[in-house]
């Protein structure tokens, strides 16, 4: 089996079924890594060009996810958790800080950051009933831009957020419905603390 003309020096080729049983993809190709060109000769590599679909699919996954274990209590996968009286406190340290979700009993709430990220060991601080949430968030990139963060679970009703104490936006909530906001992020104030709270009825 051959998908190239040894000729043109690139492709691979198997002789016989052993070869390919045995593993001897015949590969003839050159690799280039960063700055650097690596001539690789006939015979099976030793790199992988995929290895980077792993790491890429762990990075879009990481969040700290807080669960009501019935051994454990409440517990923070990939974070720090604490109930104090009617909060629960949560230390992001799943290396991205973008993905926070809680389950809780009847709960299923989540806030996830298109970019950014939760400050670095500040703690988002959530209202048993998710009726005030506080997040400090930090600008990454050093520069004035927008960050979306969408919040899925927060109870129905009408909220009012606020960056740095100063009103920001009002929205209201129906069940099921995710909300989209978007941040203003800028440079020299790198990180915002964002406070979400519950109008009174």
Sequence with gaps: MEQKKPAMDSGFQVNSMMDLLGGHLC?????VIG????????GIWHICGEID?????????????????????????GG???LKDNEISVICRDGVRQRF????????????LDRDGFADELPLILENNLHEIILTLENRSNSNHFTKISILGLPTGE?????DNNEYQRFKV???KEIILQVPMSFGNDKPSILIKRMPN
Aim: aromatic letters at 10%.
């Design 27 to 31: 590969l003839r190709n050159s690799v």
């Design 35 to 42: 700055i650097l060109e690596l001539s690789i000769p006939r």
């Design 53 to 77: 679909h792993g790491l890429t699919a762990g990075v879009e996954v990481a969040s700290t996810i807080v669960v009501n274990d019935p051994i454990f209590g409440l517990f923070a996968y």
């Design 80 to 82: 720090i958790s604490e």
């Design 101 to 112: 979700y809680l389950i809780k009993d009847a709960i299923r709430f989540h806030i996830i």
């Design 159 to 163: 909220y009012v957020t606020s960056i």
């Design 174 to 176: 129906s069940s099921h």
